[in-house]
T-cell receptor, first 118, second 111 residues
Framework: GAVVSQHPSRVICKSGTSVKIECRSL??????MFWYRQFPKQSLMLMAT?????????EQGVEKDKFLINHASLTLSTLTVTSAHPEDSSFYIC??????????????FGDGTRLSIL | GNSVTQMEGPVTLSEEAFLTINCTYT??????LFWYVQYPGEGLQLLLK?????DKGSNKGFEATYRKETTSFHLEKGSVQVSDSAVYFC??????????FGSGTQLTVLP
């Protein structure tokens, strides 16, 4: 149980293109999802926390107009990288928190999306 | 703020060797501590966790003990296998209930 599907797994596109990445919880409802970015040989950095039905909470230094997050249902959150540039090339990973009391439920991670901007 | 410092890689071992990956943390209060593993081409998976001091998390032959006095959560395995080759991340979850990750340690096990 607790499977998170992330799509696409890899995207290669031209500079200036907007790219949408989907994160789905397949067998549970996730009121909270997280988006991370991983630079080569570096750690995962939390970009934003996505709450169903409300605006995402962005971490300091993350441009909300650049990285649009929509959590329109209890099983789907999307991250759109708008007008992507080569410096946006990275590995993006989502996670979904299983439902339960409080905020200490485990997170389950998607397989990630490798974004390459030419 | 919270931070996690883990042993820099890459680490290369022969099969059946003993593994230690060091992890230390800085946090206020009493965080929960985690080790995640990322196999090639896959997402993160929770490997083990410990939620309070002196707890030992274990899974798949890996162990880590929550040491509050040394603020450490070192990952160990007595005999590694080729299939253990992956990137290992130490992480903590503090009072804000958000995960803070270390930089990851690449492990390669040679046959």
């Amino acid at each position: 149980g607790a499977v998170v599907s992330q799509h696409p797994s890899r995207v290669i596109c031209k500079s200036g293109t907007s790219v949408k990445i989907e994160c789905r919880s397949l067998d549970f409802q996730a009121t909270t999802m997280f988006w991370y970015r991983q630079f080569p040989k570096q750690s995962l950095m939390l970009m934003a926390t996505s709450n169903e039905g409300s605006k995402a909470t962005y971490e300091q230094g993350v441009e909300k107009d650049k990285f649009l997050i929509n959590h329109a249902s209890l099983t789907l959150s999307t991250l759109t990288v708008t007008s992507a540039h080569p410096e946006d090339s990275s590995f993006y990973i989502c996670s979904a928190r299983t439902p339960g009391q409080g905020n200490n439920q485990p997170q389950h991670f998607g397989d990630g999306t490798r974004l390459s901007i030419l | 703020g919270n931070s996690v410092t883990q042993m820099e890689g890459p680490v290369t071992l022969s099969e059946e060797a003993f593994l230690t990956i060091n992890c230390t943390y800085t946090a206020t209060g009493y965080p929960s501590l985690f080790w995640y593993v990322q196999y090639p081409g896959e997402g993160l998976q929770l490997l083990l966790k410990a939620t309070k001091a002196d707890d030992k998390g274990s899974n798949k032959g890996f162990e880590a003990t929550y040491r509050k006095e040394t603020t450490s959560f070192h990952l160990e395995k007595g005999s590694v296998q080729v299939s253990d080759s992956a990137v290992y991340f130490c992480a903590l979850k503090g009072s804000a209930r958000q995960l803070t990750f270390g930089s990851g340690t690449q492990l390669t096990v040679l046959p």
